[in-house]
Structure formats: structure tokens, C-alpha cells
């Protein structure tokens, strides 16, 4: 079946400092790939997204590529802020229309 | 445009209660999709509707769990009885299923159930 992997939290920064944050999936055919954020006491957004193979997706300085042959979309951030402490979803999904599966979450919290 | 909205955004309950999660999904979408966060399990999908259709109720726990939509600018998910295993978060997503993969998630209702 579908499933999604990404690395257990929490993560803790200095700012500046440089993310990854990793997933790695399992599908049949060819999923598009997400990363949500959620904020403290809010939903979930979008943060960013690529829907095929060796596209890169990138949003607010963080960017993540589509890796078939590793089957992979790891989020990466060259220098993160505070305001980026939050909660961060790997996600998939196989068909325009259905439901998106989604990684545990890891979360991301970044000191001055 | 207004986004999804849930509502309550929170809900204190007592065990056996009967408990109401209302969604209005955003104008002009026709897929919407119940989602529950918990720590032990994290995002799980619920149900999903097309079209006001429910699709997949595949992730509905058991039989106190019912879901509606009546119509496309309002869904109901509805708990009775409530237990305390059922606190989590219920989060509400809508999209124009058939052109984009792309969901747009609601604040999220945080349920206690005591």
C-alpha cells in the first residue's frame, strides 16, 4: 500500500542553521508529493509541492525534489528563523480527488 | 475568499455524549475530506465526499461515527456516543478534486471527551 516515512522529532536549531528534514515514501505509479506546515493552534497549510519525477518544489525558502529513484522528498532549508518552529507533514497522494497520506509530523523548533 | 472553516473550534464533552463537528468547505470546491490527528496515530483520513458522495469511509472507526453533506457548502461529522479515546483534533479539507491534488485544511477542532 501507499505509506509515507519522515524522521522522528523534535528537531532543534539555532537560527541560521542549515534543515533537512527527511521522508521517504511507498506508492504504486507515480504519487504527487507534498510538505504541509502546522503552525502552533492552526491547520494545516501548504508548503510546498512537486508532481513529478526531479521536479523541486520551493516556498518561503524551502525547497524539496522529487527523488524517484530513491523514492524520496526531503525538506531542506538553508537558514531557518524562529518564526519556522512548527510541525511538518510529509505527505502523497496517487489521484486527483482522493485523500492524502500523510508522514507522523516532526517537529521543527528554532531558538535565537 | 474565506478559507475552510470548522466550527466549534473546541469542544469539552462528557463521556456518552452526543457530539456535532460542523465544516463549510471553501465556495466552489466538491471534494471534502475528514481528517483526525492524534499523537499516537497522527493525520488520518475519516471519510472523503465527492460531489456531496461519500467515496471512501474506509477510516470511520465504528459505527459511532456517522458522516454527512447534505449539500456542497456544509458537512456534519457526528460522534455518538462520545468515549474519551475519541479526543483529538478533527481537521476539515476541501479541493476542486478533479483538476488539483492540492487540499486546503480548516483550523481544526480540538475534542475532549471526559
Known amino acids: 500500500g501507499n505509506s509515507v516515512t519522515q524522521m522522528e522529532g523534535p528537531v532543534t536549531l539555532s537560527e541560521e542553521a542549515f534543515l533537512t528534514i527527511n521522508c521517504t515514501y511507498t506508492?504504486?505509479?507515480?504519487?504527487?508529493l507534498f510538505w504541509y506546515v502546522q503552525y502552533p493552534g492552526e491547520g494545516l497549510q501548504l508548503l510546498l509541492k512537486?508532481?513529478?519525477?526531479?521536479d523541486k518544489g520551493s516556498n518561503k525558502g524551502f525547497e524539496a525534489t522529487y527523488r524517484k529513484e530513491t523514492t524520496s522528498f526531503h525538506l531542506e532549508k538553508g537558514s531557518v528563523q524562529v518564526s519556522d518552529s512548527a510541525v511538518y507533514f510529509c505527505a502523497l497522494n496517487n489521484q486527483a480527488g482522493t485523500a492524502l497520506i500523510f508522514g507522523k509530523g516532526t517537529t521543527l523548533s528554532v531558538s535565537s | 475568499d474565506a478559507g475552510v472553516i470548522q466550527s466549534p473550534r473546541h469542544e469539552v464533552t462528557e463521556m456518552g455524549q452526543e457530539v456535532t463537528l460542523r465544516c463549510k468547505p471553501i465556495?466552489?470546491?466538491?471534494?471534502l475530506f475528514w481528517y483526525r490527528q492524534t499523537m499516537m496515530r497522527g493525520l488520518e483520513l475519516l471519510i472523503y465526499?465527492?460531489?456531496?458522495?461519500?467515496?471512501?469511509d474506509s477510516g470511520m472507526p465504528e459505527d459511532r461515527f456517522s458522516a454527512k453533506m447534505p449539500n456542497a457548502s456544509f458537512s456534519t461529522l457526528k460522534i455518538q456516543p462520545s468515549e474519551p479515546r475519541d479526543s483529538a483534533v478533527y481537521f476539515c479539507?476541501?479541493?476542486?478534486?478533479?483538476?488539483?491534488?492540492?487540499?486546503?485544511f480548516g483550523p481544526g477542532t480540538r475534542l475532549t471527551v471526559l
Open positions: 465526499f465527492n460531489n456531496n458522495v461519500p467515496i471512501d
Open positions: 512537486a508532481t513529478k519525477a526531479d
Open positions: 465556495s466552489g470546491h466538491n471534494s
Open positions: 479539507a476541501s479541493n476542486w478534486g478533479a483538476n488539483t491534488d492540492t487540499q486546503y
Open positions: 506508492a504504486t505509479g507515480y504519487p504527487s
